[in-house]
């Protein structure tokens, strides 16, 4: 039972529309950055990321959809050829940006295409 290849299900809009706040409010919260950091340099699953971070599934997934919304992650289905399949989350190509003027924060995330 080898893995073909992966292939994208979902693409994410390139500039997704997030708020400064809900950013920093991802990226403040200790699961979600485990969650992130899991992804960053390969494709996993969720029971992946799960075993490698000691973070319950159920938090695993709702910390991968939101990073998805926010634009952080894309999911990929990979297809076996006895024909069972699963969900592989990447983070995607990209870049963050803080910055502080006159009191306030500004927070971008640009995605490579």
């Known amino acids: 039972m080898s893995a ?12 997704p529309e997030v708020s400064t ?3 920093l409010e991802l990226l403040g919260d200790e699961y979600t950055r485990r969650v992130f950091e899991a992804i960053t340099d390969q494709s996993r699953s969720a029971r992946s990321i799960a075993e490698i971070t000691d973070v319950s599934r ?7 959809n939101d990073l998805r919304d926010a634009g952080l992650v894309r999911t990929e289905m990979e297809i076996r050829d006895d024909g069972h399949h699963r969900e592989q989350y990447r983070a995607v190509d990209g870049s963050l940006s803080v910055s502080i003027d006159d009191g306030g924060l500004d927070a971008t995330v640009h995605v490579a295409d």
């Open 58 to 64: 159920p938090t695993v997934y709702r910390r991968l």
């Open 21 to 23: 706040d809900r950013l």
């Open 4 to 15: 073909q290849p992966v292939v994208p299900v979902r693409h994410d809009s390139p500039e």
